[in-house]
């Protein structure tokens, strides 16, 4: 790396274990001392342009003063409190605002600090849910290729089978049922069919709407959400969405769901939030139950009651950010950012597909994915992009952008040139 001063290591790297990382051959990992806007700040001096928001979390940039006064607010008043017995008026503000946000009767609102934990809360609800009306062979649940929905046993087990950890913990996750997406008529079949012959023991049925995420970036219509939704009220099966990464304005609208609306009047039974919540700021996250799996809950018998309670959950602190989030939603243009977004996206990105060893080039709202025909080197590409002065992290064989809506027209280019030059010089040394 010619010219990048070398950052000495703090000592503590070496009580450090990192997500996802062979730590035998890992570069050092950059250090981060601030960040503003879209920028992060690292301890050498230099500046990165964030293009996929923290793992997909700070939507509208860092340091928002609003988020900031809030959590600061509440700081001072009450920053934690048990969540049992015991409630307060961020959390009870904020399960009021998603509740009007959300679609339907989608009304009952679970906190927990993690997705995954999200997700594992859902599951627990659609089991119990049946296990409630006596009808305990419903267990089981229906996943896509290329799904993600978390790092936990409950969701690894729900994340593909090539792409995740199945190979991996074999044996030590619940087997579940997975499915391809019912994009045509013959998988439509398939799919209903399946639902169809396994109905008895289905609990439900998971689905990241419009856009799989960690699993291969992969996009589908409104249609296929819609058809999927038909056939799960057909059958007697819940279904889930989780909304974790498509939440809060990234797929173009507030919840993706919402593009499913005009085709179906089904609303999802269980819906899951993460990621942009607190608006990146703080971990928090949401499983949002319809009145009739809330009412499934509802009996004498203490044991019909949802068994879960994390220790964390409804954090005070991170309910105020979340609303502070909310509050910038509600008087800030983020819709219309999301949308010129995606039209830089489509045009800046579309030349990559000329590029030798380009699979695809798809764009939806603020996600702009480039997807290569092979496997690539990714620590190779990962330091390129940050000396270039950008901040892209892409995984498997996918390059991808996933910028805060805050961000400015020529920052914006500045990404998608760097993934361009990138591409390009990688193709160049190509065999
Ligand atoms: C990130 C993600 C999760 C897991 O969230 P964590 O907070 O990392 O546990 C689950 N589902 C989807 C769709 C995600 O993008």
């Known amino acids: 790396m010619p010219n990048v001063p070398q950052w000495q290591a703090p000592s503590g790297l070496a009580n450090i274990w990192l997500p996802y990382t062979q730590m035998q051959t890992a570069p050092t990992p950059l250090t981060v001392v601030g960040s503003a806007g879209c920028r992060l700040k690292l301890a050498d001096g230099r500046e990165l342009i964030d293009g996929i928001s923290s793992w997909w979390t700070a939507c509208h940039g860092y340091s928002h003063p609003h988020i900031r006064a809030a959590v600061e607010q509440q700081l001072a008043a009450l920053p934690h409190v ?185 609303v999802p039974d269980i819906v899951c939030l993460s990621k942009a919540l607190t608006g990146g700021t703080l971990p928090l996250a949401a499983t949002v139950a319809r009145r009739h799996v809330f009412e499934g809950f509802l009996s004498d018998d203490p044991a019909a009651a949802l068994m879960h309670g994390p220790t964390y959950m409804a954090n005070a602190l991170a309910c105020a950010a979340a609303n502070a989030s909310l509050d910038i939603f509600e008087c800030e243009p983020r819709l219309q950012q999301v949308a010129a977004i995606e039209a830089q996206l489509r045009t800046e990105l579309e030349s990559c597909r000329a590029l030798p060893g380009v699979a695809d080039v798809r764009v939806k709202g603020a996600i702009g994915v480039v997807e290569l025909a092979g496997a690539i080197d990714l620590q190779a590409l990962r330091g390129r992009f940050s000396e270039l002065g950008v901040w892209l992290r892409p995984f498997a064989n996918v390059v991808y952008l996933m910028p805060p809506f805050v961000i400015a027209p020529g920052e914006l280019g500045i990404l998608t040139a760097a993934v361009r030059t990138v591409l390009a010089e990688r193709t160049l040394k190509a065999p």
């Open 82 to 266: 048990m969540f049992a017995g015991l409630v307060h008026e961020p959390a009870l503000r904020l399960a009021q605002r998603l509740a009007a946000l959300l679609p339907g009767d989608l009304e009952r609102v679970f906190f927990t600090e993690s997705g995954s934990v999200a997700v594992e809360v859902a599951l627990k609800m659609a089991i119990q849910y049946w296990r409630n009306r006596g009808q305990a062979a419903k267990k089981r649940i229906v996943y896509f290729r290329h799904a993600y929905h978390g790092d936990t046993f409950a969701t690894m087990a729900l994340c593909d089978p090539e792409e995740g950890m199945h190979a991996l913990f074999a044996g030590s996750m619940p087997d579940q049922l997975m499915a391809e997406l019912p994009s045509n008529e013959s998988l439509r079949r398939a799919f209903d069919l399946l639902l169809a012959t396994h109905r008895e023991r289905l609990a439900a049925v998971i689905i990241e709407p419009l856009v799989q995420g960690a699993g291969g970036m992969k996009m589908h219509d409104a249609a296929t959400l819609a058809f999927i939704a038909e056939s799960c009220r057909r059958h007697g099966v819940l279904l889930i969405a989780d909304e974790i990464m498509t939440g809060f304005g990234r797929s173009g609208r507030m919840f993706a769901w919402e593009e499913a609306a005009g085709l179906t009047d089904i």
